[in-house]
Structure formats: C-alpha cells, structure tokens
T-cell receptor
Framework: QKEVEQDPGPLSVPEGAIVSLNCTYS??????FMWYRQYSRKGPELLMY????GNKEDGRFTAQVDKSSKYISLFIRDSQPSDSATYLC?????????????FGKGITLSVRP | DAGVTQSPTHLIKTRGQQVTLRCSPK?????VSWYQQALGQGPQFIFQ???????QRGNFPDRFSGHQFPNYSSELNVNALLLGDSALYLC?????????????FGPGTRLLVL
C-alpha cells in the first residue's frame, strides 16, 4: 500500500462547478498537508498549506484535513478553465521546509468552458 | 516558481552517461530538496541539502549524488544513466528557520535517456 493515495482521474467538469479532490494516507506521523497545482510542463505551485486537522480557506479554494480518518480534501468553488491542471496532494511529518514531502500520484482536472 | 531557477531546461543523454543538473534558490532560501517526477506520477524525494550537507535521503541508489554550495545553490549528479532515469527533475527550496514552512518548486529539468 502506498503511503499516500489520490483519487484516480482524469476529472472533467463544466465551468462554474464545485470540484472535490481527495487523498488518503496511511502514515499517522503526517502533520503537515499541502496541495500543489502543476500546469503542463511546469513545476508544482503551492496552493494550500495546513497543519493538523481542520479547514482553511483561500479565495475559491478550501482545504480540509481529517486526521482521524487520514483523509484530506481540496474544494474548488466556481471552477474556471484556468483551473485546468494536475493537482497533487503532499504531506510530511515535520514542517514542510525541513522534511521530505510525500506526494500522491496527482489528478488531472479539466474545466470545460 | 518562487524565483527558483534550474538549468538546463531539457537534456538528452544516452545510457551509461553522466548528467549534472543545477538549481539556484532565491535569496533567503537555505535548504534545497531534489525530486524525481516520472510521467503520470507524483514527485519522489531524492535528497535534501542544508548547510552544504545531505540532511535526508530517499530511496534512490548511490548513482544519485548531490552537492550544495556556500551560496545555497545545488547540483544533482546522476551516474551510469538508465532508461528509467528519464523524468522531470525538480528542485524545491525552503527556509529552515522562519518564513512559510514549506517548499517551493522550480520549473524542473526534463531529462530523456535514450
């Protein structure tokens, strides 16, 4: 079993839809959780960074962490064609700066105009 | 890309050759991590450098080695290249003390081994 599992894709939604992206993990030592967005042929770009359980909102994006279920989610409201990219969840046991990040496989999202 | 530069952008090598990839963090980022991202996969951690020392290492063979310079820039060296080494190699930078506590990625170097 991989340490981090991410819902398989690809995912295609119409513009304006609410998108839910999910990851599960098996290592209970993970304390820091991140979502990265990666456009084709580019490096990953940090979207959200959270510590422990709870919700964090930033504009149209909401990150949710449920440590009891070992489950994290990213919600995108009012999705736009510019949101079309691959979304990667990542996590680490220590602060993300000093620890290796363990990534999910990524899910490719396409938002249709 | 958080001001991180990587060079070269693309590279083609043949099996058995050696390659050196470079990463330059922007000012204030003293920690450099390297990741390998195969096509259709998430990045896999290779190693992390801080104060010119390898601080952590992932599950990669000794063919993968690195170096960090006093100005915090870093190199990734891969010897005896295999076809399976074809991937996007990502450099990620962070600050060990202070600042946002996570890693910021460069644009990557795309390596093709023939």
């Amino acid at each position: 079993q991989k340490e981090v599992e991410q819902d398989p894709g690809p995912l295609s939604v119409p513009e304006g839809a609410i998108v839910s992206l999910n990851c599960t993990y098996s290592n209970s030592a993970f304390q820091y959780f991140m979502w990265y967005r990666q456009y084709s042929r580019k490096g990953p770009e940090l979207l959200m960074y959270t510590y422990s359980s709870g919700n964090k909102e930033d504009g149209r994006f909401t990150a949710q962490v449920d440590k009891s279920s070992k489950y994290i989610s990213l919600f995108i409201r009012d999705s736009q064609p510019s949101d079309s990219a691959t979304y990667l969840c990542a996590m680490s046991p220590l602060t993300g700066a000093n620890s290796k990040l363990t990534f999910g496989k990524g899910i490719t999202l396409s938002v249709r105009p | 890309d958080a001001g991180v530069t990587q060079s070269p952008t693309h590279l083609i090598k043949t099996r058995g050759q050696q390659v050196t990839l470079r990463c330059s963090p922007k000012s204030g980022h003293d920690t450099v991590s390297w990741y390998q991202q195969a096509l259709g996969q998430g990045p896999q951690f290779i190693f992390q450098y801080y104060e010119e020392e390898e601080r952590q290492r992932g599950n990669f063979p000794d063919r993968f080695s690195g170096h960090q310079f006093p100005n915090y820039s870093s190199e990734l060296n891969v010897n005896a290249l295999l076809l399976g080494d074809s991937a996007l190699y990502l450099c990620a930078v962070s600050r060990s003390r202070g600042g946002r506590e996570t890693q910021y990625f460069g644009p990557g170097t795309r390596l093709l081994v023939l």
